[in-house]
């Protein structure tokens, strides 16, 4: 059974991108995460110790996504999607990374990537399997 916790509209200042600009001054970027895992137990206890605490959750996005600095969006989904299969108990995460004003020219909207990832596809990867 895999229950949903969603986290919509973490606002993110990180220093992404592939033009030189955007990754010297930073832009920001809009983080929404779907966290597939069982919570029964919370559910049933009523009680924060039996529960995903969503705020490290938050916190941790927030870490990472400022860690490193990618060329791609999808590097840094990739990125994401990764620590948080290897620090939280989930059976899969959604991660969805916006990218509000890209360098387009008379473009006025966003640019998103969506990234599936479960538990058998990061034991995968952290074996050395593709």
Request: proline content about 5%.
């Amino acid at each position: 059974m895999s229950d949903l916790i969603s986290l919509v509209g973490i606002d993110v200042y990180a220093h992404h991108g592939v033009h030189p600009a955007e990754r010297e001054l930073g832009q920001r970027f809009i983080i929404n995460a779907d966290l597939y895992l069982d919570c029964s137990a919370a559910a049933m206890s009523d009680s924060l110790e039996q529960a995903l605490d969503y705020s490290v959750v938050h916190r941790r996005i927030l870490e990472l996504a400022g860690a490193e600095s990618f060329h791609l969006i999808e590097a840094l989904a990739h990125y994401l999607c990764v620590g948080l299969l290897k620090e939280f108990p989930l059976d899969k995460v959604v991660l969805t990374v916006h990218k509000p004003n890209p360098p387009l020219p008379d473009f006025r909207g966003s640019v998103s990537v969506t990234l599936e990832r479960d538990k058998t596809w990061f034991d995968n990867l952290s074996a050395g399997h593709p």
